[in-house]
């Protein structure tokens, strides 16, 4: 060989490592990973952390213990443009104030249960009221509102275990419940959320998550295209509780069968829709309860970006931010205003423990109650 050649081998070799080098430390030609960096202390003076969740693609996930909360999803929009599409903020003050449960886990129980009582084996519990005349997420401190346990952590995988334990009477709840949540970041840009739940005495649980999202990045959400895979909904009476019925969507405002704005008749005079001031309600999900199946797809038309949502949950809650005005500034500087954000929260029925006809939500001893929901972003 020609030290001519040897030497144009050995400028390339030498650029090549310094090439590696540079995407190691850049980040960019790592894989999957975890990190941890600390996001300050609660009023008692517990240290917090902020967990980082990332995959080989570049999507970032966040995560706090305190209140389980997801504080920034960053994914890409059609051209490749990485951008932040839940609602939140920079430091965790802005959690620990009140604030409308950005990102956070909801329990004991998710959703509405009417003048915050309800009965079991005889026995009528009695929660705190936090919404008008009913009990709402938990009530005044939920599970959105506490210090969750975080670990074991598997150093490159990015994936958080949360525990809580609610014990006997917290919140007018009977039993001493033990919460898991398992939130996990997919090479396929999904975030699996795995929740369960056992408890020493019977009681009544229903968990969701409470992320408000934005697949532009700002602005409002009603050019955002819906669709729910759900022939029936729950309506509601003023205090936003189920009347108990199971309504068919079809000629209505609620008929999200085939993609649809949302601003495109939120504003309709209906009743519903006045009660809510927008959209606010429970959807009766096809599909067999248990089962994993796509059940809602968002198209932001834009950027270009997708949610899908897939869960083994019986309802999904959409609500389209109608009680955001302004008020809040999150991340960056950014202001949320009206209909700035949405939630789908998979969850059972709301006022299940009053209402007989609805899927139970009781967990007795020796139990688990088991479900997951997905949340899978992409492009098109």
Known sequence: MKRCEILIIALLAAALLTLTAACNKSGEAKGPSISSAPFGQTAE???????????????????????????????????GTMGDVVHGFDELA???????????????????IAKGAFELDGTVYTLPVNNGANHLHGGPKGFDKVLWTAGPIEAGKPALTLTYLSKDGEAG????LTATVIYT?????????DYTAVTDKKSVVNLTNHTYFNLAGSGDILGHEMQIDADRYTP?????????????????????????????????????????NGYDHNWVLNGPMGTMRKVATVYEPVSGRVLEVLTTEPGLQFYAGNFLDGTLTGKQGRVYGFRSGFCLETQHYPDSPNQPAFPSTVLNPGETCKTRTIYKFSTR
């Not at 517990?46 to 504080?71: D, F, H």
């Not at 709840?173 to 001493?176: E, I, L, T």
């Not at 189920?242 to 504003?267: C, H, K, Q, S, Y």
């Open 45 to 79: 003076g517990q240290a917090v952390e902020l967990y980082t969740l990332k995959n080989s693609r570049g999507t970032t996930v966040r995560i706090t213990p305190w209140g389980g909360v997801v504080t920034s999803i960053i994914v890409p929009d059609r051209s």
């Open 94 to 112: 802005g959690y620990t104030d009140a604030v409308p449960y950005f990102g956070a886990l909801i329990g004991r129980y998710g959703n509405r």
């Open 173 to 176: 709840y009977p039993g001493n």
């Open 185 to 193: 970041l997919t090479e396929e840009d999904e975030l699996v959320i």
């Open 236 to 276: 509601v009476d003023e205090g936003l509780i189920p009347t108990g019925e199971l309504a068919p969507v079809e000629n209505t405002p609620f008929d999200f069968r085939t993609p649809t704005a949302i601003g495109a008749r939120i504003n309709e005079d209906d009743v519903q829709l006045k009660y809510g």
